[in-house]
């Protein structure tokens, strides 16, 4: 049985997390027959309640602190050769450039998957979400040694792995595009039709307005301070268009929070989200035109598909407008008054979705690649 070391590196317990590494490393076990050990090096702040949720996920966990400070990362080599000795992995799968730039340290003895969740360096700059100027100095130089000279590469959309050619002149094939996938049974089923409409009306809809979700955190990629250009004038238009927000906070800018009869704003633990989604009508996932968003793939587009909306999408979101456009999943947004013909979706409509994110945004309908992924990592 081949044995694989999960790697990640100053990751938070999220449920992107959950779904992208514990998730994983199940589906592995369980389908590909792989020995999977998940080493998890997180913060010391909140160390043992980060232990705990992590190893609720996936008890063999190995969760460690790291040293402290995102720019001390190199002086966790010592502790992962420790466990790196204990375990024998053939490969050490690393989710990002710095789990993989650790990993590269024990290259000669395992081979190394990096794991490519996004543009590293754009991101970094363009949202300063790590401010930290020796980080931002390093991070080029650490992304281009986790694509280049690793032996195998994961990518989560085609537009990053054009982009790894573009900025690091990556001229390989070694590598398999899997975007983010749902979490194994979290959205298997649609809510019934007489269900669906009670919760909606409970809501204060009406069977004929149209509810646009947005679902998310307010990460700056995110672009929530455009959701007035968007939506203020069009929701004056039309009185059956309603909003709904579900996150944590919205910018105390934004003219939208005066408009209380069609816009709603509210914070759902995480398993009241997917039956909340399913009472409406369309996801928005429309973002600024950065290298962040056009190489990204976040997993709420499979998400709404799966709660069965089709999904608002912008012309550069990774590879998902061209999804839209071949599955007839959505609409490409380029400007607000496109948003006006939107009308509310039949049953039918819910079904179509929903079956798309069973056959292109679940783990099992990518695991030719997970097993070529293996493959090209074994010994």
């Avoid at 490519?116 to 991070?139: C, F, H, Q, S």
């Avoid at 094939?173 to 959205?187: L, Q």
Wanted: glycine share 4%.
């Amino acid at each position: 049985m081949k044995r694989i070391v999960y790697l990640t590196f100053n990751d938070a317990p999220t449920g992107i997390y959950f779904g992208q590494v514990t998730d994983v490393c199940r589906f592995w076990r369980e389908m590909l027959a792989a020995d999977v050990r998940l080493i998890a090096f997180v913060s010391i702040r909140g160390f043992f309640e980060t232990r705990k949720r992590i190893r609720q996920a996936d008890p063999t966990a190995r969760v460690v602190p790291m040293f402290p400070k995102t720019k001390h990362w190199k002086k966790n080599t010592f502790l992962l050769r420790f466990l790196l000795n204990r375990i024998q992995p053939e490969t050490i799968v690393a989710r990002g450039p710095f789990a993989t730039g650790l990993a590269l340290k024990f290259q000669e003895k395992y081979k190394v998957c990096f794991d490519g969740r996004g543009a590293y360096t754009a991101e970094l700059n363009e949202y300063d979400v790590v401010p930290d100027e020796t980080i931002k100095r390093e991070i080029a130089n650490i992304e281009n040694e986790a694509v280049l000279k690793s032996n195998f590469r994961l990518a989560v959309s085609t537009k990053l792995v054009n982009y790894w050619r573009e900025k690091f002149q990556y001229a390989a094939n070694n590598h398999v595009v899997i975007p983010c996938t749902i979490n194994a049974h979290a959205f298997d089923q649609l809510l019934p039709e007489a269900k669906r409409n009670a919760l909606r009306a409970a809501m204060g809809w009406a069977a004929d307005d149209v509810v646009i979700v947005y679902s998310g955190s307010v990460a700056g990629w995110q672009n929530l301070n455009e959701l007035d250009h968007w939506f203020y004038e069009l929701l004056q238009a039309q009185p059956h268009f309603k909003l709904l927000l579900l996150t944590r906070e919205i910018p105390d800018t934004l003219k939208l929070k005066t408009l209380t009869q069609q816009v709603q704003h509210r914070w759902l633990a995480p398993d009241e989200v997917g039956e909340t989604l399913q009472t409406c009508d369309y996801g928005w996932l429309v973002r600024e035109a950065t290298v962040t968003n056009q190489v990204a793939s976040p997993v709420k587009f499979a998400e709404y598909l799966a709660s069965g909306l089709p999904v608002l999408v912008s012309e550069n979101l990774g590879d998902y407008p061209d999804f839209v456009r071949s599955h007839d999943a959505g609409r490409i947004v380029c400007e607000a008054k496109t948003l006006a013909t939107l009308q509310p979706l039949t049953h039918a409509t819910r079904i179509q979705m929903h079956q798309l994110a069973q056959t292109h945004f679940t783990k099992p309908a990518f695991v030719n690649e997970y097993r070529t992924l293996l493959a090209c990592t074994s010994h």
